[in-house]
Every structure is written in structure tokens, then in C-alpha cells.
């Protein structure tokens, strides 16, 4: 019998109800727990504290993600992280967003390599710029929706960030990292995902990696593939890491109903497949996603088991 971890991103917000959602609501429900711990609500950081680890190093999600996209890590450069918004009448990020179509603009005085990642997120190295890491403070969108939207503390990496908008998006940073080891975990496990942050935490960590382009990590994710690909998993090792994206990404996109449909159809595909398997399962969410603002959420995160 093998441990199954379902961890569904951004799962709850002000209106999520347990009840709604009959296989979940079937589970035996454990106390409740904030894995931000009163720190900024963050996918990574959140998960590496569902896995046990108490101390997080910090600057180190780009990082995570160059690897998951299987780039190159230098010692000496600079990575950041970033983000498309729409931005409303005030000048203000609303939600995230796409352009329809955006060319990058030469660099002049820094060696800037953007790389994507997907659903409008980028990566940016910036060769030999690791000094310029505890300088340069970010806004925080995911969190506040408000504020500066550019990064503070070098002209040219600021000068450069300007110039990645249109009239209605910006191209926001919100993070950045140097290279740095992480600590290692002491339970082995395969990571399903489609994300870029978990697929290159399971590098990192040396763990076996599954994804699939059918494994979208949106709501049009197939949820049948993703329960085969788990049970499979899950006959040939002790522990499986499944994770979720789509509710967090409609929540990012401010789409209440498009939210709530796929945590239905997570709820009735998906659980009920992992409910009747031999396989002991766990579910939580990292942190909440509110689609009212299309910001993360702090606060305590259901904690459900199989009976």
C-alpha cells in the first residue's frame, strides 16, 4: 500500500465550503493547517512545509523552476520570476492575464535571457547578477494586488521591465533567486504535475517526475489520465505527490464559477478513483486563492484523509 498526496493549489477562499463537495467531505477531517505560517502564501514554500521541511531557503523558487523547465543553473546569475497581468482603469493588476502577443525588446545593458514557462509566467536569468539579489525589491501581486509594479534597486533591470507592457498588461517580477542547494527530504516519492515549480522540485531532490501535455495545470487538465498516472505510481513506490493546479489558476484569473467547476469535477473524477484504490490517501491545499481579488490567500488549509 502506498501514501498518495493530493495537494490541490489554491483550493479554498472565503466562500470554499467542504460540504459542497460530497467525495472530500466523505474524508476523515484532521486540524486545519496554515502552511505560510503568517509568511507570504506561495506555492513552494508551502509545499515544502506539507513535506515536512520547517525551514524554507530563501530566494530559491526561480531556481526550483529552472530546473523543472531543465535550464542550465550558473553560481553567478541572477533569476527572476515573473508574471503577465491585466491592469484595470486605476493602473492596478486585476487578475492574470495574457497579452494576445508581445515581442521581448533588445537588450543593451544587461544580459537578459527571458525563458517561458507557460500559462503567461516567465523566467528571466541574468548573467553574473547574483549581487544584485538583496538589493532589488519586488512588488507582491499574488498577495496584495496593489503597489509598485516594477523591481527597485537597479536602473537598467527597471528600465528593462518598463518597457514590458501594453496598454492593458504588464509583465510583473515577484520574485528572484541565486543558486542554492535544498535540504534534502528523507521519504523518496514520485511527483505528478504539470507544473514547473514541483517538476523541478523533484529534480533538485533526485525523485522520479511524471507529466504529460495532456496534464495541462489548468482547469482543462485531463483528471482520468492524472488518476491513472497516480495509481500507476502508486503500485510501484511508497509515496506519490500529486498536485493540482487548475483552482488556482481560475482564481488567479478572477473565474469564481470556472474554480468551482473544476473542484467539482476533481471532486467527482478524481477522488472517488483514489477512494477505492487499496492506496492510502492524504488531501490539502497549499494555501487558498481568492477569485474576488485573484490573489493567494494565508490561513488554515483543510487536512483530509481517507478513512
Known amino acids: 500500500m502506498s501514501h498518495i ?22 474524508m476523515q477531517q484532521l486540524a ?21 521541511l520547517r525551514q524554507v531557503p530563501p530566494h530559491i523558487r526561480p531556481i526550483v523552476e529552472a530546473y523543472g ?16 497581468y491585466h491592469i484595470d482603469e486605476q493602473g492596478q ?22 525563458h517561458y514557462l507557460g500559462q503567461g509566467h516567465w523566467l528571466f536569468r541574468l548573467r553574473e547578477g547574483c549581487s544584485l539579489c538583496e538589493r532589488l525589491t519586488l512588488p507582491s501581486p499574488f498577495v496584495t494586488g496593489e503597489g509598485d509594479l516594477l523591481p527597485e534597486g537597479d536602473g537598467a533591470i527597471r528600465d528593462y521591465f518598463s518597457r514590458l507592457t501594453t496598454p492593458r498588461h504588464r509583465l510583473i517580477v515577484w520574485d528572484k533567486g541565486v543558486s ?39 482547469t482543462d487538465t485531463d483528471l482520468e489520465l492524472l488518476g491513472r498516472f497516480t495509481l500507476e505510481a502508486a503500485d510501484r513506490t511508497g509515496r506519490v505527490i500529486v498536485h493540482i493546479n487548475g483552482a488556482d489558476q481560475a482564481g488567479h484569473r478572477r473565474d469564481e464559477v470556472g474554480k468551482r467547476s473544476f473542484l467539482h469535477r476533481v471532486d ?21 486563492c481568492d477569485p474576488a481579488t485573484g490573489c493567494h490567500l494565508p490561513g488554515p488549509q483543510p487536512l483530509l484523509r481517507s478513512e
Open 180 to 218: 542554492s542547494p535544498l535540504p534534502l527530504l528523507r521519504e523518496p516519492s514520485i511527483i505528478i504535475s504539470a507544473e514547473m515549480v514541483l517538476l523541478g522540485l523533484g529534480k533538485m531532490l533526485g525523485w522520479e517526475t511524471v507529466t504529460h501535455p495532456a496534464l495541462t495545470g489548468d
Open 268 to 288: 467527482s473524477e478524481l477522488l472517488p478513483l483514489l477512494l477505492r484504490s487499496p492506496h492510502r490517501l492524504t488531501l490539502t491545499s497549499d494555501h487558498g
Open 69 to 84: 523547465a531543465g535550464l542550465r543553473v550558473e553560481p553567478d546569475d541572477l533569476w527572476l520570476r515573473a508574471s503577465w
Open 32 to 52: 486545519p493547517v496554515d502552511y505560510s505560517e503568517g509568511g507570504r502564501p506561495e506555492t513552494l514554500t508551502c509545499t515544502l512545509r506539507i513535506l515536512g
Open 5 to 26: 498526496l493530493l495537494i490541490i493549489d489554491g483550493m479554498t477562499d472565503p466562500d470554499f465550503r467542504l460540504t459542497d463537495y460530497p467525495a472530500m467531505d466523505s
Open 93 to 114: 493588476p486585476d487578475r492574470q492575464e495574457s497579452p494576445d502577443d508581445f515581442i521581448f525588446p533588445r537588450v543593451t545593458r544587461r544580459d537578459i535571457e527571458p
